[in-house]
Nanobody, 123 residues
């Protein structure tokens, strides 16, 4: 069973940057896709970004394209989300997730979840 622990959240002003980290208990080829989702108060959890096992493929929600970058270090069992040019609408709890198989934007297709880290962007 893969365990995921997020870190790196916090309070930042609009236009600032944060780097989220996700530590996995293990990352194997079975955990083919790693992803970040977010959930704002009163809203459904939504897809942010995903990355394939070999990091050869990355996927982003339109709302974060050009501002966020997902990466992974399989040797360290780590996944990262670099967030630049942050906006108040990026405020949410950010979750790391893992699934067996190719990338997906659907919450229900992910097998493992972290507990989340809060990101707050002030205007």
């Amino acid at each position: 069973q893969v365990q995921l622990v997020e870190s790196g959240g916090g309070l930042v002003q609009a236009g600032g940057s944060l780097r989220l980290s996700c530590a996995a208990s293990e990352l194997t080829s079975s955990s083919d896709t790693m992803a970040w989702f977010r959930q704002a108060p009163g809203k459904e959890r939504e897809f942010v970004a995903a990355i394939s096992w070999r990091a050869s493929n990355t996927y982003y929600a339109d709302s974060v394209k050009g501002r966020f970058t997902i990466s992974r270090d399989n040797a360290k069992n780590m996944v990262y989300l670099q967030m630049n040019s942050l906006k108040p609408e990026d405020t949410a709890v950010y979750y790391c997730a893992a699934r067996y198989g190719s990338s997906s934007e659907r919450v229900e297709t992910y097998d493992y979840w972290g507990q989340g880290t809060q990101v707050t962007v002030s205007s």
